[in-house]
């Protein structure tokens, strides 16, 4: 893996499919990200809309009815689709397995999911989101946690232990909980150190530990990501983190499918580590542009619309002509 920013982005950038005529509707990203209860409507719409700024084809939100009603009318362009449910509002008719059935069956039409933003602690929407994880890895569909997606992380390890596949974005405060958890000492080495560690102790699976610098590891190869960003704090920036991540990982599968000439000389390993650092560093630029634009105003909405320019900023759009091998 290579050290630097520039060679590190150099590299994510020959995993971005270029515009051709002959790619059809959906191969440039199929995204579902699962969340949205009735108290939080905004982190699934941030992360849907991150993921269909930076290009993917199709940016589907599964949510509870009381939030698809209210998401549909954020935007036209993201497909709501109201399946989950919080335990008080299940009808008679409907259980546990009915509704993560529902969910399920989406997955088939998926290239990555995102479980979390706006997911809140309702048993049964984390029920449902555990039984979507378990599917997930049968069918070896790449997906992030962020929020209280992670919370299942953290109460029930086992459902991502060892899946290569997928990536955990906690906070500093999440990643605190996520160690206790797994008896890792937060306070032992430097924060790369740490970060590896628990990616360890979780079998492999993908950190991003994020921060005033990122830490990215799967805990065998680390990066760090300290790209500059907004001095604004405000709730919901990570949900564009989230949504980057989706799309970057439905880059990953177009470029292991091959569907256009390139050397195709990264492994999978490699190809997760770069979707994670190039997502982090696309946040990281929407921050910065966003807060120089906004100052201490900044809300996490105002970086969506600076998504695409973020990312033609750190890696750049290899076009519109397919490559002559």
Request: proline fraction near 4%.
């Amino acid at each position: 893996m290579a050290s630097n920013r520039k060679e590190i982005l150099g590299k994510v950038y020959k995993m971005i499919p270029p515009m051709l005529e002959k790619f059809h509707k959906g191969q440039l990203g199929r995204v579902g990200v699962i969340g949205g209860s009735e108290d939080y409507t905004g982190a699934p719409y941030f992360s849907a809309m991150a993921s269909a700024k930076l290009g993917c084809d199709m940016s589907h939100v599964i949510c509870e009815p009381g939030a698809g009603a209210v998401i549909k009318t954020y935007s036209p362009n993201l497909m709501v689709h109201p399946y989950m449910r919080q335990s008080k509002n299940l009808a008679q008719s409907e259980s546990l397995d009915s509704v993560s059935e529902e969910v399920v069956s989406m997955l088939s039409r998926l290239h990555v999911i995102v479980i979390g933003p706006g997911l809140g602690r309702d048993k049964l929407m984390q029920d449902t989101c555990a039984r979507v994880i378990e599917e997930a890895r049968k069918q070896n569909i790449p997906f992030v946690l962020d929020a209280d997606g992670l919370y299942l992380a953290q109460t029930r390890p086992e459902l991502v232990e060892g899946y290569t596949e997928c990536i955990l974005t906690p906070n500093v405060v999440e990643f605190g909980r996520l160690a206790k958890a797994k008896g890792v000492n937060v306070d032992e080495g430097d924060p790369s150190q740490v970060c590896s560690k628990l990616a360890k102790a979780f079998g492999g699976v993908t950190i991003i530990q994020k921060g005033a610098k990122d830490y990215i590891s799967n805990g065998k190869h680390t990066l760090v990501s300290e790209g500059e960003g907004g001095l604004k704090r405000s709730g919901g920036q990570g949900d564009t983190l989230t949504g980057s991540l989706a799309t970057l990982l439905a880059y990953r599968q177009a470029y292991h499918d091959k569907i256009w000439n390139h050397a195709g000389d990264m492994e999978r390993s490699e190809t997760l580590a770069l979707a994670a650092y190039g997502g982090s560093a696309i946040t990281r630029e929407c921050s910065r542009l966003a807060f120089k634009e906004k100052g201490r105003a900044l809300q996490a909405g105002d970086l969506t619309e600076h998504v695409h320019q973020a990312f033609l900023n750190t890696i750049g759009d290899p076009g519109t002509e397919e490559p002559k091998l």
